[in-house]
């Protein structure tokens, strides 16, 4: 039983990995990697040659259909969905071997995705696993995992030119705190791209979240510098990194009240994610408690 548990202890981070960016929960990620362990115990280990291979296909299978479940629960959703948030500063990359599909902004693209394209691309594009590997995990071809490959990167560079780079991208998360806590409207416009857009995740249960996304550099601008006074008055902004970003959990009197991050290409702001639904910043909270001194 300790080699059981030991050969799945070493693929987890992997598994947790590509389960998280399938989905965008943590908690529905959770309940994948454990199902997979479940069934690795019962697994007859003289039928698996490759335990990480055999686990990562059953762990990728699992995600899909779950995908399949989440997308119904989706539709139905009050308000933008966003990616629930996770803290990655002890493992920028969640066991990828690269970071990529774990920026909130390109998870929120992945949305888009058929659950099959969604693994195609998490697989190549943070696991670097060759076609033929893909073509084995989707049980498809080596030619029809290309394809759903190619399709995949072609839907997110349609909707998401190159985003800057992390040091960059902390340099605009902290201007953009401060003009928005300012309320400085002018600033706010300099700082934004033309078709900026700004996402709030209440999930219908915060009052005052806004049920559908602003778009455009004037309009996001006057809707951030609205409600500054009020957002902003006696709040503790605590920094985390988080989706393999920067990032701040804003908290009021010791209760989390949102989490907030953005991305940019070139020298400006394309999108703002506010995560304000109280589930999804109950493990975020938990981390910036754990690292507060």
């Known amino acids: 039983m300790t080699q059981v548990a ?11 990995g590509i389960a998280y ?8 990620a959770e309940d994948i990697v454990q199902d997979a362990w479940v069934k690795w115990q019962g697994q007859d280990r003289a ?17 899909i259909n779950a995908t399949q479940t989440a997308r119904v629960r989706r539709e ?31 998870l929120v693209l992945l949305e888009k995705l058929t659950p099959t394209e969604r693994a195609a691309f998490v697989l190549r594009e943070a696991f670097d696993y060759p076609y033929d590997r893909i073509a084995e995990v989707l049980h498809t071809g080596e030619s029809n995992a290309r394809k759903l490959l190619s399709r995949a990167r072609q839907a997110v560079a349609a909707q ?4 800057v780079d992390a040091t960059h991208q902390r340099r605009l998360l902290a201007a953009f705190l401060d003009a928005a806590r300012g309320g400085d409207l002018a600033e706010l416009e300099s700082l934004f791209a033309a078709d900026v857009a700004s996402y709030t995740d209440g999930g219908g249960a915060v009052r005052g979240a806004s049920r559908i996304p602003v778009f455009g550099r004037v309009r996001v601008a006057k809707y951030v510098a609205a409600f500054a006074t009020r957002f902003w008055a006696d709040v503790r902004v605590d920094w985390i990194d988080a989706n393999g970003r920067s990032s701040v959990l804003v908290s009021r009197h010791g209760a ?21 639904n109280p589930v999804k910043l109950e493990r975020i909270a ?6 507060a001194p």
């Open 47 to 63: 039928s698996v040659r490759d335990a990480t291979g055999f686990l990562v296909t059953m762990t990728t299978r699992l995600a």
């Open 76 to 106: 139905t959703y009050v308000g933008p969905w966003l990616p629930e948030p996770v803290d990655t500063s002890a493992d920028p990359a969640l066991g990828a071997e690269r970071g990529e599909a774990l920026e909130s902004a390109v």
């Open 256 to 276: 989390p009240v949102a989490w907030l991050t953005v991305s940019g290409t070139g020298d400006a702001i394309d999108r703002i994610h506010w995560v304000m």
């Open 286 to 291: 938990a981390a910036v408690r754990a690292d």
């Open 160 to 163: 998401r030119q190159r985003s």
């Open 21 to 28: 960016r399938m989905l965008g929960s943590i908690a529905d």
């Open 6 to 16: 030991d050969e799945f202890a070493q693929v987890r981070p992997r598994l947790f």
